[in-house]
């Protein structure tokens, strides 16, 4: 499974509608200037990018590991994240790409030297589900950041979901729960996920690319993170 840069976006036609339409994804009224002169600027009006767009340090988890976030699970973000992972709405897909738009890209990586690796999910999840999630916004950052997309991880089918477990629990819960099927020969893998808690999904997956490859840096980034009175430690002020 050779990695590989997306270069159109996931569904582009509702992209294209709302920068013709310049309607508000959040808030639905019409947006009467854009931010810049980005046609990205036009899936969120002004007054709601100030609302959920965040200037968030780098974090880090549990584990030490960098992790880059686009903004904080706490409303209205983790409403609009319920209802794209829950009913694959698209005015809450727009909203998502509108954050990741804003979320710098890791320092030192590029196409050259790394991969974007989404977290999966399980085969009977996917098919219960009907779409996956976290690949269709890690499709979204490989167009922005043209780092190539990676899927060599897999997850075992009788993996428990984290959702509405405590922190102990989900430590425990994913420690055997993934596998590679391919190796990477790249120097820096890049985990994507769609919201973090605690960090251990991430964490469990990172040991089992190390194990594979000591020598890889593993980093991750996220599309959401907590609450603004629940944050990682900052990475910077621990270095």
């Known amino acids: 499974m050779t990695a590989h840069i997306t270069r159109l976006p996931s569904h582009l036609p509702a992209l294209v509608g709302s920068w013709l339409h310049d309607t508000c994804h959040l808030c639905g ?27 968030i340090p780098l974090l880090m988890t549990e584990s030490g590991m960098p992790l880059s976030v686009a903004g904080f699970y706490d409303v209205p973000t983790n409403r609009v994240m319920a209802h794209f992972k829950d009913h694959e709405n698209l005015s ?3 909203v998502l790409y509108h954050l990741l738009y804003y ?15 989404p977290v999966p ?21 490989s167009v922005l950041w043209q780092i190539p997309l990676w899927q060599g991880i897999k997850r075992h089918d009788n993996a428990v979901r984290q959702r509405g477990l405590d922190r102990q ?12 099927i391919e190796s990477s020969s790249t120097r820096h893998v890049i985990l994507f996920d769609d919201v973090v808690t605690t960090g251990s999904t991430l964490t469990a997956i990172a040991n089992v690319l190390q194990r594979e490859n000591p020598t890889v840096k593993v980093q ?4 959401l993170h907590g609450k ?5 430690p900052i990475y910077q002020k621990l270095l």
Not at 170 to 180: E, T
Not at 228 to 232: R, V
């Open 103 to 117: 979320l710098p890209i890791p320092k030192g990586v590029s196409s050259a030297n790394a991969v974007i690796a």
């Open 220 to 223: 991750a980034v996220a599309v």
């Open 29 to 55: 009224q019409t947006l009467v200037y854009p931010l810049d002169d980005d046609l990205f600027s036009r899936l969120i009006c002004g007054f709601c990018h100030e609302m959920v767009a965040h200037d």
């Open 121 to 141: 999910t399980t085969d009977d999840r996917l098919r219960n589900r009907g779409f996956n999630p976290v690949l269709t916004l890690a499709k979204c950052l």
């Open 92 to 94: 809450a897909l727009m």
């Open 228 to 232: 603004p009175d629940f944050h990682l």
């Open 169 to 180: 629990d989900r430590l425990k819960n994913v420690q055997d729960d993934f596998y590679l």
